[in-house]
């Protein structure tokens, strides 16, 4: 059951995947009016070593929280479309091998895939042939790193490595037999692969951000790849994470800050005027993804020491406060300093606010009013 909420002061985000499986969408304040909330429980998806690793595995058009582990190459995915049931396998990847999920056979679910940066070797497991493993190697090597991407428009994610020593680029094209295609000095230097659909023609752009400089650079397919810079404010400690969030169908620029939790937004649809969020904290790992289905990405964070998703769907502007069945009502209602409490923490917000209930296990009752939805 999917709702909004309706003349209401505040919007409840849980964050439990209990709540999920009974059919509610971790969408803003999912429930019928009147329904009670009590002895709440939710599930721990990752923990020490588990990276994220979140996409659309099943296909439903919502991104689905997932975790990769290097040790052992085990993935372990909740599928929003069967209620966000984990399902797991090991010994999809291993030491070495990093993380490149994405649609490498076009039938619009994610594919499980690992690359190894020592030999250049690829191994996706493809979900349109039964999760058939194909491999290849030499596509990349020492000093490239990854930057899957659909390159050439054909809805395939197409295998593609960057080099920052020399700013290299290589892409195998799966629209021309995966024949290698390059690009000389596109970026070299401290600066990190970020290549996204820039200028809406349903093919992914070329582009690094550096950190250090505060500079985005892209080389636009629709303007026959030339380059376009952006610069910002001191980015140090920023990582970069582009996607389309106010769903224009154009990739938006966004930064993160992990020791202060803010993300800067600039979307597209609004001139690139920068947004910021306060979201995450010390130890939560930036996480973007379309998780309620709406067509436009999300943003979300992960805590690697317990296994902690937090989703922010839908929440820019206003501010976002936090319960935990850890927390005490004397703290600040912060991701770091959570309230314990509903009915306190419902007493300190205002029109526009977000309240955030953390997995763990409450016995408070809450009613919740002013909600609508349909079955």
């Known amino acids: 059951m ?34 009670w909330a009590q002895n709440l429980s939710a599930a721990i998806l990752g923990g020490n070593g588990f990276v994220p690793v979140a996409k659309d595995y099943d296909g439903d058009a919502k991104a689905d929280p997932a975790v990769y582990l290097e040790t052992n190459g085990q993935w372990r995915v909740l599928l929003s479309g069967a209620s966000y049931l984990e399902v797991s396998k090991v010994g999809w990847g291993g030491p070495g091998y990093v993380a ?18 020592s030999n250049g070797a690829w191994q996706a497991w493809l979900s ?6 194909v491999a290849v190697t030499n596509w990349g090597g020492p000093g490239f790193s990854p930057a899957s991407a659909d ?30 295609i390059g690009a000389a000095d596109w970026g070299s230097g401290a600066f990190s692969a970020v290549p ?40 140090t400690g920023d990582s970069a994470w582009p996607a389309d969030y106010d769903g224009d169908k154009l990739a938006d620029i966004a930064l993160y800050t992990e020791a202060s939790g803010n993300w800067k937004v600039f979307l597209s649809g609004s001139g690139y005027r920068e947004t910021n969020v306060i979201f995450g904290g010390s130890g939560y790992q930036p996480v973007v993804g379309d998780f309620d289905g709406t067509g436009s990405s999300d943003i979300a964070v992960y805590q690697s020491l317990t296994g902690i998703w937090a989703f922010a ?23 770091t300093s959570p309230w314990a409490t509903l009915g306190f923490g419902s007493r300190q917000l205002q029109p526009g606010d977000t309240l955030i209930l953390l997995p763990g296990e409450y016995s408070e009752e809450v009613r919740l009013e002013g909600i609508s939805g349909e079955a």
């Open 2 to 35: 999917n709702g909004t909420l309706t003349n209401c002061r505040w919007r409840l985000l849980v964050v439990g995947l209990v709540l999920w499986s009974q059919g509610l969408s971790p969408a803003v304040g999912d429930t019928q009016p009147g329904l």
């Open 100 to 117: 490149v999920p994405n649609d490498y056979d076009g039938d619009s679910k994610t594919d499980p895939a690992v690359y190894l940066a």
């Open 128 to 133: 349109g042939a039964d999760y058939l493993l």
């Open 151 to 180: 390159y050439d428009g054909d809805a395939l994610a197409d295998p593609a490595v960057y080099s920052a020593s020399n700013g290299a680029w290589r892409a195998w094209l799966s629209s021309s037999g995966y024949m290698p």
């Open 196 to 235: 996204a659909d820039y200028d809406g023609d349903a093919r992914a752009d070329p582009a690094v951000y550096s950190s250090a400089q505060a500079i985005w650079r892209g080389w636009l397919s629709r303007m026959e790849y030339a380059r376009s810079e952006i610069y910002g404010s001191s980015g």
């Open 313 to 335: 769907v839908d929440a820019a502007g206003g501010r976002v406060f936090y319960v935990a069945a850890t927390g005490s009502d004397s703290n600040d209602g912060s991701l």
